[in-house]
């Protein structure tokens, strides 16, 4: 099992903020598109459900960036990101959900 990195729960609850947020979500299906922003629909749920473990999620993020060599898919960047207006982060967003699925759990 790898080790849990202390900011895995950070990251899950950052990452369930930004999915938890309207407009957020709004401007994302407008950038990256409807398609591409629906096709993430059960990853934005399973995240957002108040049963999801936020350590969990911050892992299958932490596995994904290292998968993608993709450091700028951390959630807390891609929030301040969003915040200073860069809309492309929203293309972030749609890879980083579309990645998670095939992340293992780890137990």
Same mark, same amino acid.
């Given at each position: 099992?790898?080790?849990?990195? !202390?900011?895995?729960?950070?990251? $899950?609850?950052?990452?369930?903020?930004?999915? &938890?947020?309207?407009? =957020?979500?709004?401007?994302?299906?407008? +950038?990256?598109?409807?398609?591409?922003?629906?096709?993430?629909?059960?990853?934005?749920? !399973?995240? =957002? @459900?108040?049963? /999801?473990?936020?350590?969990? =999620?911050?892992?299958?993020?932490?596995?994904? *960036?290292? @998968?993608?060599? @993709?450091?700028? %898919?951390?959630? /807390?960047? *891609?929030?301040?990101? %969003?915040?200073? $207006? +860069?809309?492309? /982060?929203?293309?972030? +967003? +749609? /890879?980083? %959900?579309?990645?998670? &699925? &095939? *992340?293992?759990?780890?137990?």
């Amino acid at each position: 099992r790898p080790h849990v990195r !202390a900011d895995d729960a950070v990251e $899950g609850a950052a990452l369930r903020a930004l999915l &938890s947020d309207y407009e =957020t979500c709004v401007r994302c299906e407008a +950038v990256a598109g409807a398609a591409r922003w629906r096709a993430c629909d059960a990853a934005r749920a !399973a995240i =957002t @459900a108040e049963e /999801t473990d936020d350590e969990e =999620t911050g892992f299958r993020v932490a596995a994904v *960036m290292d @998968a993608l060599d @993709a450091p700028h %898919l951390r959630p /807390t960047g *891609m929030r301040a990101r %969003l915040e200073k $207006g +860069v809309d492309a /982060t929203c293309h972030g +967003v +749609v /890879t980083l %959900l579309s990645n998670l &699925s &095939s *992340m293992k759990r780890h137990n």
